[in-house]
T-cell receptor, first 114, second 112 residues
Framework: DTAVSQTPKYLVTQMGNDKSIKCEQN?????MYWYKQDSKKFLKIMFS???????INETVPNRFSPKSPDKAHLNLHINSLELGDSAVYFC?????????????FGDGTRLSIL | QQQVKQSPQSLIVQKGGISIINCAYE??????FPWYQQFPGKGPALLIA?????SEKKEGRFTISFNKSAKQFSLHIMDSQPGDSATYFC???????????FGTGTRLKVLA
């Protein structure tokens, strides 16, 4: 039973399109995150939500809009996709907003922009 | 000051050898230092973590050494196995900031 699950696993699309990635966690955690991992494997936080409220927005272009319908779900919608958006996007969760907590990651969504 | 510098970028070790990955930080407010292991096609998974009130933490073959005065910490993998081949990330966080700062990753390959 997967703890943090993301869909889709792969996403190939044209520049300029709009796409969404979904994330669900069944750990009962309060806090969820989106990370971007570039081609050099560098992991950078994008957003964090705690109990459906946005607590971190790391100067991400406003083409990226996260939405948390409940604390078990955090989706990421991306408008007007650009070549530079090609990356692996990871969802993660932790028990609370305290950063000194282990984070549990999903297996990622590999986004390729043609 | 928010950076965590990780080295080496890649590492090749013989089976049974010791793998050592180092990280350095500047921000003295950091108070939690986890290490994550990532296999190809998978998300990072917590391996071991340490807080600055101890200088060493061991879990099985994995040990974190922490030097508060030097602002450095390292991961030692004893008796390295081919199954340990993965990318390893150090990270740091401070209470109240709600986020990790990750190192740039080390790709470890253990030869059979």
């Amino acid at each position: 039973d997967t703890a943090v699950s993301q869909t889709p696993k792969y996403l190939v699309t044209q520049m300029g399109n709009d796409k969404s990635i979904k994330c669900e966690q069944n750990l009962g955690h309060d806090t969820m995150y989106w990370y971007k991992q570039d081609s050099k494997k560098f992991l950078k936080i994008m957003f964090s939500y705690n109990n459906k409220e946005l607590i971190i927005n790391e100067t991400v272009p406003n083409r990226f809009s996260p939405k948390s319908p409940d604390k078990a779900h955090l989706n990421l919608h991306i408008n007007s996709l650009e070549l530079g958006d090609s990356a692996v996007y990871f969802c993660a969760s932790s028990q609370s907003v305290n950063s000194n907590q282990p984070q549990h990651f999903g297996d990622g969504t590999r986004l390729s922009i043609l | 000051q928010q950076q965590v510098k990780q080295s080496p970028q890649s590492l090749i070790v013989q089976k049974g050898g010791i793998s050592i990955i180092n990280c350095a930080y500047e921000n003295t407010a950091f108070d939690y230092f986890p290490w994550y292991q990532q296999f190809p096609g998978k998300g990072p998974a917590l391996l071991i973590a340490i807080r600055p009130d101890v200088s060493e933490k061991k879990e099985g073959r994995f040990t974190i050494s922490f030097n508060k005065s030097a602002k450095q910490f390292s991961l030692h993998i004893m008796d390295s196995q081919p199954g340990d081949s993965a990318t390893y990330f150090c990270a740091a966080s401070s209470s109240g900031t709600y986020k990790y700062i990750f190192g740039t990753g080390t790709r470890l390959k253990v030869l059979a």
